[in-house]
T-cell receptor, first 115, second 113 residues
Framework: SAVISQKPSRDICQRGTSLTIQCQVDSQVTMMFWYRQQPGQSLTLIAT?????????ESGFVIDKFPISRPNLTFSTLTVSNMSPEDSSIYLCSVTSGVYTGELFFGEGSRLTVL | GENVEQHPSTLSVQEGDSAVIKCTYS??????FPWYKQELGKGPQLIIDIRSNVGEKKDQRIAVTLNKTAKHFSLHITETQPEDSAVYFCAASLVEYGNKLVFGAGTILRVKS
């Protein structure tokens, strides 16, 4: 399985600011995804990060709030913009190495607290 | 779209006993069903998965069963140990649509020693 590194691992942010989370994978992967896990809750898919093109967002998530970049096959960023306390969550990068294999692997997550 | 329900939300067992967690899914087209274990402060870890062409899969103390007709699948952990204590998530997806997983709500498993 791929080794996925996320930065920062945790941060405390002020309301109205933006924070960019980085996801670095140790090998080329076909697909990268960003999930959100609110406190004590399950995982919800935010978007699929597409290499060289705009991300594909799930219902309820928009590009202005969660801009995503994926410049190559091993790296992606998620920005949480204009943060409010409701954005306090764990943000998780996940990857798969094959479109038809199914296996999805997760990073350790970035725990954001918005005051 | 797909919807996954997971039960129970919490489960306490005595060390050495078995634990069973059940999930149902709504989309009959889903064909991939993984289980993840999440320990405190860590990301989810894939522990076992099953595809729709298989009814059961085992890996040491862990097994997963799938009933496509009823659209439910279950995780079985035998001879539980304190290190099995964690949150377990089931999920479902149609891999041809790019492995976008839909997760259940999670089960907190506590193994008492």
């Amino acid at each position: 399985s791929a080794v996925i590194s996320q930065k920062p691992s945790r941060d405390i942010c002020q309301r109205g600011t933006s924070l960019t989370i980085q996801c670095q994978v140790d090998s080329q992967v076909t697909m990268m995804f960003w999930y959100r896990q609110q406190p004590g809750q399950s995982l919800t898919l935010i978007a699929t990060a597409n290499q060289g093109s705009e991300a594909t967002y799930e219902s309820g998530f928009v590009i202005d709030k969660f801009p995503i970049s994926r410049p190559n096959l091993t790296f992606s960023t998620l920005t949480v913009s204009n943060m409010s306390p409701e954005d306090s969550s764990i943000y998780l990068c996940s990857v798969t190495s094959g479109v038809y294999t199914g296996e999805l692997f997760f990073g350790e997550g970035s725990r954001l607290t918005v005051l | 779209g797909e919807n996954v329900e997971q039960h129970p939300s919490t489960l306490s067992v005595q060390e050495g006993d078995s634990a069973v967690i059940k999930c149902t899914y709504s989309d009959s087209a889903s064909n991939y069903f993984p289980w993840y274990k999440q320990e405190l402060g860590k990301g989810p870890q894939l522990i076992i998965d099953i595809r729709s062409n298989v009814g059961e899969k085992k890996d040491q103390r862990i097994a997963v069963t799938l009933n496509k007709t009823a659209k439910h699948f279950s995780l079985h952990i035998t001879e539980t140990q304190p290190e099995d204590s964690a949150v377990y998530f089931c999920a479902a997806s149609l891999v041809e649509y790019g492995n976008k997983l839909v997760f259940g709500a999670g089960t907190i498993l506590r193994v008492k020693s």
